[in-house]
């Protein structure tokens, strides 16, 4: 069974930094394409990042150059950092493993972050 | 950019039909999913690929998608089906869009 459990949220303050963990369980995180999808308190889903088995990186035009997503296959584990934070940064971050034309199959239970002063 | 319209609210009698519809640009020339997402949950994956069920969904989910609109019906709606419903597709470059949401209330 499949199963994604992340961590590291918090209240930090704006324009600091937060680094979210993802450990995976019952598949290889570098075998699969991985993602975060975000929602704010209230709103709806978006999505923020994905990193290929390859290698590859993409991010959401509202995150580029601020946050960076990795892997450590060693410890079977998903990241994201995030650097720069913003108070519309605040949300619940949710780690996915995804296929094809980005079909997000499995979520974790999410990780909030609130940023404030 | 491209942008997913979904109504903020649909309703259903129990035991009645419902569809979510979700609006964007020519999307039937896209593979439109959907999730559902209850509470304090997070979303699960009801519809792929504009209609098909994922192992543990009940037929009662299904899609359709053409011209500008995709839909997502609820058969034989049931309390438990009260949730919040999103659309998403992939522009086929480096661009995930999720619709607004729908939140289905079963009267």
């Known amino acids: 069974e499949v199963q994604l459990v992340e961590s590291g949220g918090g209240l930090i303050q704006p324009g600091g930094s937060l680094r979210l963990s993802c450990a995976a369980s019952g598949f290889t995180v570098s075998s699969n394409f991985m993602s975060w999808v975000r929602q704010a308190p209230g709103k709806g889903l978006e999505w923020v990042s994905v990193i290929y088995s390859g290698g590859s990186t993409y991010y959401a035009d509202s995150v580029k150059g601020r946050f960076t997503i990795s892997r450590d296959n060693s410890k079977n584990t998903l990241y994201l950092q995030m650097d720069s934070l913003r108070a519309e940064d605040t949300a619940v971050y949710y780690c996915t493993s995804l296929y094809g034309d980005f079909v997000f199959d499995h979520w974790g239970q999410g990780t909030l972050v609130t940023v404030s002063s | 950019s491209y942008e997913l319209t979904q109504p903020l609210s649909v309703s259903v009698a129990l035991g009645q039909t419902a569809r979510i519809t979700c609006g964007g640009n020519k999307i039937g020339n896209k593979n439109v999913h959907w999730y559902q997402q209850k509470p304090g949950q997070a979303p699960v994956l009801v519809i792929y690929?504009?209609?098909n069920r994922p192992s543990g969904i009940p037929e009662r989910f299904s899609g359709s998608n053409s011209g500008n609109t995709a839909t997502l019906t609820i058969s034989r709606a049931q309390a438990g089906d009260e949730s919040d419903y999103y659309c998403q597709v992939w522009d086929g470059s480096t661009h995930v869009i999720f619709g607004g949401g729908t939140k289905l209330t079963v009267l």
């Open positions: 690929r504009d209609n």
